[in-house]
């Protein structure tokens, strides 16, 4: 069975800095040398409206990518990547991460926006 990261902080942006930019940063640990570190999800609805970017650790290893999801089961989200991009550290094309209880209902708003590439 896949691992399931536990984030030791979650940050949503969910355009209330800048209009219709979303993201959501998982922080796995405070550890930069420790691999996977962070996975960064975003989109810009303006400059860049039909694909994700995905960052995982550092810009070396991000990726744009217009055939992904998600999905939620209880506080878990999966991040399924379905094109020929992977996650660098073990070369999968899923990740499975828990949500924290009172930050869900945000981040799951945010991820719907993410991912959401319909114009």
Known sequence: ?????????????????????????????????????????CRDAYENPDSIYVEPDDQIYGFRTRNASFTVNELIVTISLHDENKFHWDGSKSVRIKLDPKKKDDAVACLRRIFDLQP
């Open 1 to 41: 069975m896949e691992e399931i990261l536990n984030p030791v902080e979650i940050a949503i942006d969910n355009e209330d800095s800048d209009d219709g930019f979303f993201s959501v940063g998982f922080i796995l640990n405070f550890d930069v040398d420790q691999v996977p570190h962070n996975i960064g999800l």
